[in-house]
């Protein structure tokens, strides 16, 4: 099986940053062989979403109760690494990046339980540590002081991994762009699998994050677009900075949620099978910003996990009109067929913008094609939080932009594959 394990690569092109071009970054899959992205493979990439389903219902506006965890947790590899640099000369990494996460975590030498890629901060001249009492200090997870201690430490449960790290500061360096005093957490110890073997750079909206640290260069605006997981050459991007950003594109507000801070949260007002807007209680869609509950669109969960009021809204209408055909489950998918699925678009209707996609974001099919499945679930019992994940497939073949400055998401058909 780890011969099937996912993971999309992010390499950095050489587009120079100025005033008139983009930071753009290009998205490879890297499965180990294309014969292998079948069955198998597409139940291991499921059965990973109930970790980080766990992990997004586990937030909370506490600092100190957000355990981190990784997006490919259950399978030992992140979904998406940046290629960066980091120090005075740069020493380069493959960190992890996620939308959904605000820390900046890389190994450093002498790490204990790290891999052989760690950080050497004695060749860099612009490392730094971070001193107690300083904003940088109190932003990090569970921040810590003790001892009388000068530097400031943390400790933070990561997935089944339990790290420890000092915070520090240096220059990062993305494409030809240099962010100096970068804030990140240096790691010197680690156990379990979850942690990323060289890092992890957070997309989410903290004041930690990179979106956050780099708002004067990139202005809080970044796109991608994920090519789908079949693709043989995969040709997606992450663009950071409103330079190059579509102009024409459908968007929804930006929401913030008291409990879960670092998520892109977006009101799911409908969802539409086919023609026909499915029965849903607009309880099981309905944006709290106190309680967490609501619609968050997420890079690191694979398929979209729906409160099971709304899935089952959805996979009964699916159902319906496959008329008697024999429904059978595979893995984690409990609406499959031996037939062609005869539903053409499914539309997310949010507020101000619906969004309609095609069979290849919402049906999956086996190796030979002779099973196809409705490729969403309902969130497992005891997690159901009442949060709604809108996940990486449901967002293959679309420009995703987040927009800081107006507080908007916006979606547009965009074939990366």
């Given at each position: 099986m780890n011969s099937l394990l996912l993971f999309l690569t992010l390499i950095l092109s050489s587009v120079a940053a100025g005033a008139q071009k983009p930071t753009n970054l290009r998205v490879f899959h890297a499965t180990a062989v294309a014969s292998s992205r079948g069955e198998d493979f597409v139940l291991q990439?499921?059965?990973?979403?109930?970790?980080?389903?766990?992990?997004?219902?586990?937030?909370?506006?506490?600092?100190?109760?957000?355990?981190?965890?990784?997006?490919?947790?259950?399978?030992?590899?992140?979904?998406?690494?940046?290629?960066?640099?980091?120090?005075?000369?740069?020493?380069?990494?493959?960190?992890?990046?996620?939308?959904?996460?605000?820390a900046a975590w890389i190994p450093c030498s002498g790490c204990a339980g790290c891999t052989s890629t760690t950080f050497d901060k004695s060749k860099s001249s612009t490392f730094k540590t971070v001193a107690c009492g300083t904003s940088q200090c109190a932003n990090v997870p569970n921040?810590?002081?003790?001892?009388?201690?000068?530097?400031?430490?943390?400790?933070?449960?990561?997935?089944?991994?339990?790290?420890?790290?000092?915070?520090?500061?240096?220059?990062?360096?993305?494409?030809?762009?240099?962010?100096?005093?970068?804030?990140?957490?240096?790691?010197?110890?680690?156990?379990?699998?979850?942690?990323?073997?060289?890092?992890?750079?957070?997309?989410?909206?903290?004041p930690l994050s990179l979106i956050s640290q780099t708002a004067d260069l990139y202005k809080s605006t970044f796109s991608y677009c994920l090519p789908g997981y079949k693709s043989v050459n995969f040709t997606g991007s992450l663009r950071l900075?409103?330079?190059?950003?579509?102009?024409?594109?459908?968007?929804?507000?930006?929401?913030?949620?008291?409990?879960?801070?670092?998520?892109?949260?977006?009101e799911l007002v409908g969802i539409r099978v086919g023609g026909r807007v499915v029965d849903i209680k607009p309880s099981a869609l309905r944006f709290d910003p106190v309680s967490g509950n609501g619609?968050?669109?997420?890079?690191?969960?694979?398929?979209?996990?729906?409160?099971?009021?709304?899935?089952?809204?959805?996979?009964?209408?699916?159902?319906?009109?496959?008329?008697?055909?024999?429904?059978?489950?595979?893995?984690?998918?409990?609406?499959?067929?031996?037939?062609?699925?005869?539903?053409?678009?499914?539309?997310f209707m949010f507020s101000g913008m619906n969004v309609i996609l095609p069979q290849d974001n919402f049906i999956i099919h086996s190796t030979a094609g002779a099973t196809s499945c409705l490729?969403?679930?309902?969130?497992?019992?005891?997690?159901?939080?009442?949060?709604?994940?809108?996940?990486?497939?449901?967002?293959?073949?679309?420009?995703?932009?987040?927009?800081?400055?107006?507080?908007?998401?916006?979606?547009?058909?965009?074939?990366?594959?």
């Open positions: 990439m499921q059965s990973s979403d109930a970790a980080r389903f766990q992990y997004l219902s586990n937030l909370a506006a506490a600092r100190s109760d957000v355990p981190l965890a990784s997006s490919r947790a259950a399978m030992k590899n992140p979904t998406y690494v940046v290629k960066i640099g980091v120090g005075t000369p740069p020493q380069s990494f493959f960190a992890a990046v996620d939308t959904s996460v605000d921040p810590s002081c003790s001892g009388g201690g000068a530097v400031c430490g943390t400790n933070v449960t990561y997935g089944s991994s339990v790290i420890s790290a000092t915070v520090a500061q240096d220059t990062v360096s993305l494409s030809s762009d240099s962010i100096s005093a970068y804030t990140f957490s240096c790691v010197y110890k680690t156990n379990g699998t979850s942690f990323p073997a060289q890092g992890l750079i957070g997309l989410g909206r903290g900075g409103p330079v190059a950003q579509p102009k024409r594109i459908k968007t929804t507000p930006l929401l913030r949620n008291q409990r879960r801070s670092s998520l892109y949260y977006v619609t968050v669109l997420d890079s690191g969960t694979v398929f979209t996990t729906l409160v099971k009021p709304a899935y089952t809204a959805v996979r009964d209408e699916v159902r319906r009109r496959m008329g008697n055909a024999t429904v059978s489950s595979l893995g984690g998918f409990d609406t499959c067929y031996t037939v062609p699925i005869v539903v053409p678009t499914l539309t490729a969403m679930a309902a969130s497992a019992e005891g997690l159901d939080s009442g949060l709604n994940v809108i996940a990486s497939f449901q967002q293959q073949n679309h420009r995703i932009l987040i927009d800081g400055p107006n507080s908007r998401l916006g979606v547009a058909r965009e074939l990366c594959s």
